[in-house]
């Protein structure tokens, strides 16, 4: 039976949250010990986790200085978790101060520890609003307040999309949000795969299990089934490329070698 | 200092470029490592600094320890491989020209003070994290227990303010909750239902699969039913409720609660059962009714092998003229004593007493004994009849036919066992009524012939199928033909010729006798012209047609003979109208009157079938007769002979008295020439009878007038 729109998804700590997992990898204390259970599980895997998720905030860090280069200052985050450092309106702030930057996210732990950051802070808000509900999010007051969706906005879509089945239609809510959106805007993007891990399949498998098992499957997409994400825009050089790949600052080569696990990419509509 | 090659500020930035080699990769830091390198500069001039200060304080370290934590070098790695570097490059790197030995010693104190200072740093950080993570955890718990005690807020006005009674049990069938409207329903507090069990609540009227669908829900094996069930109030009262119960699982799928929602349906149903009761009883009675005693009676009829019927048909004698004479209100209180008094007579199981309608009633009795109980019901009944009763202070005397119908099941469709029992009925009426009689197959089909016969009356005279024949009356002085009586008969397409016995009475029964004695009348009137005009020589034939009792009564009589005599242009001499005997009995001068005024005209007016009913003779002055016919007993003696002397004196008498009062006699039945010679000796006058000819067409009595006239 489909939630009612007025019942609100339940909080319980007791089970993992992808958000505070995430922030266990990047080396912060916004978690408690069941994320850090989990995650500890899916190292023994992949032990070279936390270097995934780094390079996830190095690309994406990346991107928005793109973005902004390109002259867009408008940003919309979904999916951004827990802001533990180095978030996107910290670094478009810094390449731009008069940018403005929404979050999204459905964790309301992640809401609301996102609301006590960005406290003070009028260029930046978060709505609380699942990624597969495009609308909610387009018409929430903080979009109203924050974006001209008559200009161009950058949509990240950063370690999300990996999250969503496929019988949840993805592709489906990026194409609403891409049709939304004014024309030159862009998607920025990153999406975990079994492609450029430096592991057998098999036992990266094991990481994909954990999340199985906390209720929050990862779905590894092949670069084809990530490519078809940027339907509808234009891929900005290099294409979809490992992370690493994507207009570094500094030589591939000397990244670690998990940081190639997976694919990055940006697209921009005409 | 000197910014040159070798020079003391290259030297620095050399030192953190191996810093920042050796901790970029244990950071978590979304920086570059040349960026990273560039945080660290700061750290490793403070280093620098601090080894070469005059007065040395270890606290610099301390900050530069904390710093690393700033710059999100969290991993205790990242502290180790700095202490690392320390330990083997700031002395090399920044401690040119001091005494090796202090700067060792000082390098040392910096480390102590730089594991103190993250280790501090991180703790501190690590804390205010946790901190800032519950924080939002309790905020995020707050904003959706707000959300849920909305949500709560609003399904509790759901329960509490639905209409349907909603209960929510375990499956042990222990009552956990319930609102307001099922508490309503049952008219009990919430304490008296709290903790009580749903299996308590069986009902004698449960249907037998209830409690297995309850069973198979609370054993997982369904997910809900919905019964129509009755619950029994406290007061005793019982509620009668649309159930539904579903079972409630928990997130593994385990069976958890049950869920019933409840509608009460007590008083549609009772209206259900007052609609069926008011479609299935007599209003005026409370008897059943037409439509409940088919029911039963097809279900009887239909019961199994062994099993009988027995049916008693009941119309009152005489209930018409009640209505009549005291109202139909009074009518009407006689028939709701009249039920009362029938349902009494059949209380046994098995047993029903229903109204037909008007006041025609049955009683039914079933069973394997029927052939000895259909007898005794029938007996209460009449025996339940004798009492008067008593309407509008009058007491009335009430009689009652019966036709009784028994016998097996499954032979008979009700209607044909209805119609048996009704032909029965009316042969228990004929017989003078106030008794019963037993159905028999010969009297049903004498019956359904009367019953046919009725029915084609009607159309027979649309269909021209009666005809009449003349029957000659003979002057018994000169045997010459005087006249003829018409006969009417009906040649009906499936049983024949039918003598006016078999269906004038029919007729006078349905008022068709009123046309056709019109039409008869028209017939023999034109008849007797056609005589007249064909056999002049031979003097006027007089014709003679019979008058029923009904047509006496009619208004039009006078009319109607007037005008088809004018019509037919005959002479009101020509006819004489033939009135029983027992028509006049006691008749006023109301009903003489047309007779008389037809006598004032000249039509001959004679009294048949004299002598059979209890005639005043006295009163024969009175009548406007001229002629009695004197009925065939009389004469029947003197077919022998000798004839019966007494027989001849009675005869003698008649004619003498017949003749003083100027009245002329005709005798019936006539069949010998002996008996026609003794009645002329008595002083008849006319005859008719086989002796002289039968009846026949018309032809027949023309052939007879002439040979009478020519021989």
């Known amino acids: 039976m489909e939630r009612?729109?007025?019942?609100?998804?339940?909080?319980?700590?007791?089970?993992?949250?992808?958000?505070?997992?995430?922030?266990?990898?990047?080396?912060?204390?916004?978690?408690?010990?069941?994320?850090?259970?989990?995650?500890?599980?899916?190292?023994?895997?992949?032990?070279?986790?936390?270097?995934?998720?780094?390079?996830?905030?190095?690309?994406?860090?990346?991107?928005?200085?793109?973005?902004?280069?390109?002259?867009?200052?408008?940003?919309?985050?979904?999916?951004?978790?827990?802001?533990t450092f180095g978030n996107v309106h910290e670094v478009a702030q810094a390449a731009s101060p008069d940018a403005r930057v929404v979050y999204v996210d459905h964790d309301p732990v992640a809401v609301a520890h996102s609301q006590a950051v960005l406290e003070g802070n009028d260029g930046a808000d978060i709505v609380a609003a699942d990624l597969l509900k495009p609308k909610e999010i387009l018409a929430s007051s903080q979009v109203e307040d924050l974006i001209d969706l008559n200009r161009p906005v950058a949509l990240l879509l950063v370690a999300i999309l990996h999250f969503v089945e496929d019988e949840d239609d993805p592709y489906e809510a990026v194409a609403e949000l891409r049709d939304a959106l004014a024309p030159g805007s862009m998607l920025v993007l990153t999406h975990a795969s079994y492609e450029g891990i430096p592991l057998p399949e098999e036992r990266a498998k094991g990481t994909v299990d954990v999340y199985k098992d906390i209720r929050n499957p990862l779905i590894m997409r092949s670069r084809d089934g990530i490519a078809r994400f940027f339907e509808g825009y234009d891929m900005v050089e290099p294409g979809l490329v490992p992370m690493p790949h994507w207009r570094p600052d500094t030589a591939p080569e000397d990244e670690d070698p998990y940081a190639f696990s997976g694919f990055a990419g940006v697209g921009r509509t005409a | 200092m000197s910014a040159g090659p070798d020079g003391p500020e290259d030297r620095l930035r050399r030192f953190a470029t191996i810093w920042s080699r050796a901790v970029f990769p244990v950071t978590s830091t979304s920086s570059t490592r040349p960026e990273f390198e560039e945080q660290l500069l700061p750290l490793a001039r403070r280093l620098s600094e601090a080894l070469r200060a005059r007065t040395f304080d270890a606290d610099e370290g301390r900050a530069v320890g904390a710093a690393l934590v700033t710059a999100h070098c969290t991993d205790p790695e990242a502290l180790s491989r700095s202490l690392d570097c320390v330990d083997a490059y700031l002395v090399l790197y920044c401690g040119a020209g001091g005494d090796q030995e202090d700067l060792r010693a000082r390098s040392s104190r910096l480390q102590h003070a730089m594991a103190a200072g993250f280790a501090q740093a991180l703790r501190e950080r690590t804390l205010a994290e946790q901190e800032a993570i519950s924080a939002a955890a309790l905020k995020a718990q707050g904003v959706v227990a707000q959300a849920l005690h909305a949500t709560e807020a609003r399904f509790r006005a759901v329960f509490e303010g639905a209409a349907i009674g909603i209960g929510i049990a375990d499956l042990s069938g222990q009552v956990l909750q319930v609102n307001g409207a099922l508490l309503r329903m049952f008219g009990v507090s919430e304490q008296t239902m709290q903790g009580r069990n749903v299996m308590?609540?069986?009902?004698?009227?449960?249907?037998?699969?209830?409690?297995?669908?309850?069973d198979e829900l609370v054993r997982g094996e369904r997910e809900h039913y919905h019964v129509e069930k009755a619950f029994y109030r406290p007061d005793g009262t019982v509620l009668w409720t649309n159930l539904t119960v579903s079972l409630l699982r928990d997130p593994d799928g385990n069976p958890q609660y049950q869920l019933a929602l409840m509608e009460d349906t007590t008083e549609r149903r009772l209206l259900n059962l007052r609609l069926r009761y008011e479609a299935t009883h007599d209003a005026l009675t409370g008897l059943p009714n037409r439509t409940f005693f088919f029911e039963r009676l097809e279900k009887a009829l239909g019961a199994?092998?062994?099993?009988?019927?027995?049916?008693?048909?009941?119309?009152?004698?005489?209930?018409?003229?009640?209505?009549?004479?005291?109202?139909?209100?009074?009518?009407?209180?006689?028939?709701?004593?009249?039920?009362?008094?029938?349902?009494?007579?059949?209380?046994?199981?098995?047993?029903?007493?229903?109204?037909?309608?008007?006041?025609?009633?049955?009683?039914?009795?079933?069973?394997?004994?029927?052939?000895?109980?259909?007898?005794?019901?029938?007996?209460?009944?009449?025996?339940?009849?004798?009492?008067?009763?008593?309407?509008?202070?009058?007491?009335l005397t009430v009689r009652g036919s019966i036709g009784i119908v028994e016998g097996p099941a499954g032979e008979r469709s009700p209607a044909e066992v209805l119609r048996s029992a009704d032909i029965t009925m009316y042969r228990a009426k004929s017989a003078g009524g106030n008794r019963f009689e037993l159905a028999d197959e010969e009297a049903d089909a004498r019956a359904i012939t009367r019953h046919g016969l009725t029915t084609a009356l009607p159309t027979a005279l649309d269909r021209g199928e009666f005809f009449i024949e003349y029957q000659p009356l003979v002057h018994l002085g000169d045997g010459s033909v005087r006249g003829a009586e018409a006969l009417v008969r009906w040649l009906h397409p499936q049983h024949g010729v039918l003598g006016p016995d078999r269906f004038i009475p029919l007729a006078e029964h349905t008022g068709l006798i009123v046309p056709l004695g019109r039409w008869v009348l028209e017939q023999s009137v034109r008849q007797a012209r056609e005589w007249r005009e064909r056999h002049d020589d031979a003097g006027p034939l007089r014709i003679n047609v019979n008058l029923s009792p009904c047509q006496l009564t009619h208004p039009g009589l006078v009319q109607d003979t007037v005008d088809i005599l004018e019509r037919a242009g005959v002479e009101p001499q020509s006819l004489c109208l033939e009135v029983t005997e027992s028509a006049l009995i006691g008749a006023d001068d109301d009903l003489l009157k047309p007779l008389r005024r037809l006598a004032e005209m000249g039509v001959d007016i004679a009294l048949d079938d004299f002598g059979t009913g209890y005639s005043n003779l006295a009163n024969l002055r009175r009548l406007p007769v001229s002629i009695l016919k004197l009925d065939r007993s009389f004469t029947q003696s003197m077919q022998q002979f000798p004839a019966d002397p007494v027989d001849l004196k009675i005869v003698e008498g008649i004619v003498s008295l017949a003749h003083s009062l100027s009245l002329a006699v005709t005798v019936e039945g006539v069949e010998t020439g002996a008996q026609a010679e003794q009645l002329r000796i008595l002083g008849c006058d006319t005859a008719q009878g086989w002796y002289y000819a039968r009846p026949g067409p018309p032809e027949r009595l023309h052939e007879l007038a002439l040979v009478d006239a020519t021989g």
């Open chain 2, 304 to 395: 199994g092998e062994g099993q009988r019927f027995g049916l008693c048909y009941l119309d009152l004698d005489g209930f018409k003229t009640v209505n009549d004479s005291l109202g139909h209100a009074a009518g009407d209180r006689l028939l709701v004593e009249v039920a009362d008094r029938l349902q009494a007579c059949a209380t046994a199981p098995g047993e029903m007493v229903a109204r037909l309608g008007g006041d025609e009633f049955v009683a039914l009795t079933t069973g394997p004994d029927t052939e000895h109980e259909v007898d005794e019901l029938a007996a209460r009944i009449m025996n339940a009849l004798i009492a008067p009763i008593s309407v509008d202070g009058r007491e």
């Open chain 1, 4 to 83: 009612p729109a007025w019942a609100p998804r339940g909080i319980d700590i007791s089970v993992p949250s992808v958000s505070r997992i995430y922030d266990y990898y990047l080396g912060g204390s916004h978690n408690f010990e069941v994320d850090r259970e989990a995650a500890r599980k899916a190292m023994e895997f992949m032990p070279g986790l936390p270097k995934i998720m780094q390079a996830n905030r190095a690309f994406m860090r990346r991107a928005v200085r793109f973005a902004v280069d390109e002259g867009i200052t408008q940003f919309l985050d979904i999916g951004s978790g827990i802001p």
């Open chain 2, 200 to 214: 308590e609540w069986t009902h004698p009227e449960d249907a037998p699969q209830t409690w297995k669908l309850y």
